[in-house]
C-alpha cells in the first residue's frame, strides 16, 4: 500500500502561482510512476502531468510551459510548480501513484490516490 497526502492548495488571481507538494509513505519501489490529476465540477478527472522513477516527464498540452512535476531527492515528496495560473484551471488536484516502469497520463491506470487539493483561479 502507497498512502499519498496532497497539499498546497488555495486561491490566488489569474497570472498567480501555487507550489502543490505529495508526501508518499507506505512500500516503495524502485519502479514507478506519479502524476497529478484534476478534476473540476461536472468534468471527468484529467491528466497533468507524470513523472517515472528515473526522472521523465510529461504534461499535458494545456498546462505544458507553465508548470512543473518534480520530486526531491528522497523521492518521497511529489511536487507542482504551477505558474501563470488561469481561471480554467481551477479544479480539486489529486496524487496518483503506480508502481512500474510504465508511466501514462491515463487515470485507470494509477492504482493509488490521494485525497486532494483545491485550486481556485479568479480573475
Known amino acids: 500500500q502507497v498512502q499519498l497526502v496532497e497539499s498546497g492548495g488555495g486561491s490566488v488571481q489569474a497570472g498567480g502561482s501555487l507550489r502543490l507538494s505529495c508526501v508518499a509513505s507506505g512500500d516503495t519501489y524502485s519502479t514507478y510512476c506519479m502524476g497529478w490529476f484534476r478534476q473540476a465540477p461536472g468534468k471527468e478527472r484529467e491528466g497533468v502531468a507524470n513523472i517515472r522513477s528515473d526522472g521523465g516527464t510529461n504534461y499535458a498540452n494545456s498546462v505544458k510551459g507553465r508548470f512543473t512535476i518534480s520530486q526531491d531527492n528522497a523521492k518521497t515528496t511529489l511536487y507542482l510548480q504551477m505558474n501563470n495560473l488561469k481561471p480554467e484551471d481551477t479544479a480539486m488536484y489529486y496524487c496518483?501513484?503506480?508502481?512500474?516502469?510504465?508511466?501514462?497520463?491515463?487515470?485507470?491506470?494509477?492504482?493509488?490516490w490521494g485525497q486532494g487539493t483545491q485550486v481556485t483561479v479568479s480573475t
Open positions: 496518483a501513484h503506480n508502481p512500474g516502469y510504465l508511466c501514462f497520463l491515463v487515470k485507470n491506470y494509477f492504482r493509488y
